[in-house]
C-alpha cells in the first residue's frame, strides 16, 4: 500500500484514536484521476479497484492498472470527438462500469462531468441542457434514456456528440467500440485544482433543481467519508448503495474509497430486491456497506439471520430518518452499530457518527472538522444541544 490518503490531509486524535482536526492537504494542480487513480496504478498496478456484477449473472473485476488504461482510452476517444476542457458532458450511465471510465477521462481532459438519473425525461433534460450549457452526452442503452434525451434535442440544438453504453441507435457513436479502439497512452493535460470538475443538480426540494459545481478539490474532501465514517478496508469491498445518477454515488463508490486504495464493489440492478442484495453482500463478501434505513427495514423484513453476513465488518446509514427500531434490530443480528451521517449535493459530509464515536439511534452525530456547522434558532442564535433548530453552515471562516 501507498498510503496515498497521507498526501492529502493532516489529522490529530485523541488518546483512544477519535478523529480531533482534519485538514485537506490541496495541492494547486490537483487531479484525482491522474494523482490518485494513475498514481497507485503505477506502483500496484494488480491492486483490486472494483468488482462489478449484474442481475443477469454477469461479473467483471477491474484492478488500478485497468482503471487507468480504460480511463485513457475513453478520453482519447472522447478528444476525438472534440471534447475538452471545460466543456460539460452528461452522463447517464446507471451502474454500469463504464460510468468510472467516463467520469475520470472527464477529469484528465478538463471537462466537466454532469451525472443524471436514468428516470430523467424530456423535459428534465432540456432543462439540464439549457442551465449548463451541455455539450455532449454518454448514455445508457437500456430502457427509453436516449430517446428521452433525443426528444430534448428539439428544443436544444447544441448537442454536439451522442454515445451510448451497452446497445447501438441511429445517430448515437457507440462507446464500447470507440473506447476499444481508442489508444490507451495519454499525457497528463494540466488543470488547476480550482477548475471545474463535476456538476450535479440537486433533488429540487423547493423548485426546480439547483446546479452545484464543485472542483478539483472535491474528492479530497471526501477522504474523510471514506476513512472516518465508512471505515473501508483497503483489501475489502466497499458497497455503497447508489444509482451513478445521484451525488450519493461518488460520496461511497469513488472518491474516498479509491483515496483508501480500497476495492469498491458495484451491483448493477434497476429493482431493489431485499434477498437478491443480500445474497450478493453474502457471495463476494462484503466488508464495509453504506444504504439508506429503508434499505435495512427491509433487510430486517427479509430475515438477516437466513444470511451468512459475516464478512462485514462495518455499516453505515444516510439519506433520511433511522429508525432506533431498524438500528436495534440490525445490531441485534449482525453485531453492528450502524453508524449516520447527513450532506448535501453542495457539501461533503457535514455532521457524521465517525469511527470512535457511540451512535445513539435517532442522533445523525456531530458536526464534521471540515465543516463549522451550528444549531440556531429563528434570531440565528446558537442554541444548546439538545433544542430544536435549524443547522447551519457558518461560511465566513
Known amino acids: 500500500m501507498l498510503n496515498i490518503n497521507e498526501r492529502f490531509c493532516r489529522e490529530t486524535f485523541d488518546e483512544k484514536g477519535k478523529l480531533l482536526t482534519f485538514d485537506?492537504?490541496?495541492?494547486?494542480?490537483?487531479?484525482?484521476?491522474?494523482?490518485?487513480?494513475?498514481?497507485?496504478?503505477?506502483?500496484?498496478?494488480?491492486?483490486?479497484?472494483?468488482?462489478?456484477c449484474n442481475v443477469e449473472g454477469e461479473e467483471r473485476v477491474f484492478t488500478f492498472g485497468d482503471i487507468?488504461?480504460?480511463?485513457?482510452?475513453?478520453?482519447?476517444?472522447?478528444?476525438?470527438?472534440?471534447?475538452?476542457?471545460?466543456?460539460?458532458?452528461?452522463?447517464?450511465?446507471?451502474?454500469?462500469?463504464?460510468f468510472w471510465f467516463s467520469i475520470l477521462a472527464l477529469h484528465k481532459l478538463g471537462a466537466v462531468a454532469i451525472p443524471g438519473t436514468h428516470l430523467l425525461t424530456k423535459k428534465d433534460f432540456v432543462y439540464r441542457y439549457d442551465a449548463a450549457h451541455v455539450k455532449a452526452i454518454v448514455c445508457t442503452g437500456q430502457g427509453p434514456v436516449a430517446?428521452?434525451?433525443?426528444?430534448?434535442?428539439?428544443?436544444?440544438?447544441?448537442?454536439?456528440?451522442?454515445?451510448?453504453?451497452?446497445?447501438?441507435?441511429?445517430?448515437?457513436?457507440?462507446?464500447?467500440?470507440?473506447?476499444?479502439?481508442?489508444?490507451?497512452?495519454?499525457?497528463?493535460?494540466?488543470?488547476?485544482v480550482w477548475d471545474p470538475m463535476l456538476m450535479y443538480f440537486t433533488s429540487g426540494t423547493t423548485g426546480y433543481p439547483k446546479m452545484v459545481l464543485h472542483n478539483h478539490s472535491y474528492p479530497i474532501g471526501?477522504?474523510?467519508?471514506?476513512?472516518?465514517?465508512?471505515?473501508?478496508?483497503?483489501?475489502?469491498?466497499?458497497?455503497t448503495v447508489s444509482d451513478t445518477g445521484w451525488g450519493k454515488a461518488v460520496w461511497g463508490k469513488l472518491y474516498g474509497q479509491w483515496l483508501m486504495e480500497a476495492g469498491i464493489f458495484v451491483y448493477d440492478f434497476d429493482k431493489f430486491v431485499p434477498s437478491d442484495l443480500l445474497h450478493v453482500i453474502e457471495k463476494h463478501r462484503i466488508t464495509t456497506f453504506c444504504?439508506?434505513?429503508?434499505?435495512?427495514?427491509?433487510?430486517?423484513?427479509?430475515?438477516?439471520?437466513?444470511?451468512?453476513?459475516?464478512?462485514?465488518?462495518?455499516?453505515?446509514?444516510?439519506?433520511?430518518?433511522?429508525?432506533?427500531?431498524?438500528?436495534?434490530?440490525?445490531?441485534?443480528?449482525?453485531?453492528?452499530?450502524?453508524?449516520?451521517?447527513?450532506?448535501?449535493?453542495?457539501?461533503?459530509?457535514?455532521?457524521?457518527?465517525?469511527?470512535?464515536?457511540?451512535?445513539?439511534?435517532?442522533?445523525m452525530g456531530k458536526p464534521s472538522p471540515l465543516y463549522h456547522v451550528d444549531l440556531v434558532d429563528e434570531d440565528g442564535n446558537t442554541v444548546d444541544v439538545g433544542a430544536t433548530g435549524e443547522i447551519v453552515v457558518r461560511t465566513e471562516e
Not at 480511463?71 to 463504464?98: C, E, P, W
Not at 449482525?334 to 439511534?361: C, H, N, R, V, W
Open 68 to 98: 487507468q488504461r480504460m480511463s485513457n482510452k475513453t478520453a482519447n476517444f472522447f478528444r476525438s470527438q472534440g471534447i475538452g476542457k471545460g466543456d460539460m458532458v452528461m452522463l447517464v450511465l446507471k451502474r454500469h462500469y463504464q
Open 291 to 363: 444504504a439508506p434505513p429503508t434499505i435495512y427495514r427491509f433487510f430486517i423484513k427479509e430475515g438477516l439471520e437466513h444470511y451468512d453476513l459475516s464478512s462485514l465488518v462495518y455499516a453505515t446509514t444516510a439519506g433520511e430518518a433511522l429508525n432506533p427500531e431498524v438500528y436495534n434490530k440490525f445490531y441485534q443480528y449482525t453485531g453492528i452499530k450502524l453508524m449516520e451521517a447527513f450532506g448535501q449535493t453542495e457539501t461533503t459530509m457535514l455532521i457524521s457518527t465517525l469511527y470512535g464515536m457511540d451512535p445513539k439511534p435517532g442522533s
Open 147 to 192: 430517446e428521452q434525451a433525443e426528444q430534448a434535442e428539439e428544443e436544444y440544438h447544441n448537442i454536439r456528440c451522442r454515445m451510448m453504453v451497452n446497445g447501438k441507435r441511429k445517430g448515437w457513436l457507440d462507446f464500447d467500440e470507440g473506447v476499444a479502439a481508442a489508444s490507451e497512452e495519454l499525457e497528463r493535460i494540466p488543470n488547476s
Open 222 to 239: 471526501h477522504l474523510i467519508t471514506a476513512k472516518h465514517w465508512h471505515r473501508v478496508i483497503p483489501d475489502g469491498l466497499h458497497l
Open 24 to 52: 485537506p492537504v490541496v495541492p494547486e494542480n490537483f487531479n484525482f484521476a491522474y494523482d490518485v487513480v494513475d498514481e497507485i496504478a503505477k506502483v500496484e498496478p494488480n491492486r483490486r479497484a472494483m468488482v462489478w
